[in-house]
Nanobody, 118 residues
């Protein structure tokens, strides 16, 4: 079991930046994949960025070059640096952890609201 708590959301003007943080209740070293998802009103939840146990990253095409996902094993956190934000990226952003050596469970945080004004 792992509990995830997101923070760092808020209101930002178009073109601005935010840094989201996901704090895990235990070490994230053994988690296979951690990622950030977002869900806008009336839309399906989509993957924004992910990082695997070996450090490989992947991003939605729409955020490549602007967003960066990173880990801090000492702090048990995963962050998402978001630059040049666009109004259409207004959404609730969720942290996700998927799988360990012993299971393939999914864990989700409660979400943090990001609002980008025009």
């Amino acid at each position: 079991q792992v509990q995830l708590v997101e923070s760092g959301g808020g209101l930002v003007q178009a073109g601005g930046s935010l840094r989201l943080s996901c704090a895990a209740s235990r070490s994230i070293v053994s988690i296979n994949t951690m990622g950030w998802y977002r869900q806008a009103p009336g839309k399906q939840r989509e993957l924004v960025a992910g990082i695997t146990r070996d450090g490989s990253t992947n991003y939605a095409d729409s955020v490549k070059g602007r967003f960066t996902i990173s880990r801090d094993f000492a702090k048990n956190t995963v962050s998402l640096q978001m630059n040049s934000l666009k109004p259409e990226e207004t959404a609730v952003y969720y942290c996700n952890a998927h799988g360990t050596l012993f299971n393939e469970n999914d864990y989700w945080g409660q979400g943090t609201q990001v609002t980008v004004s025009s």
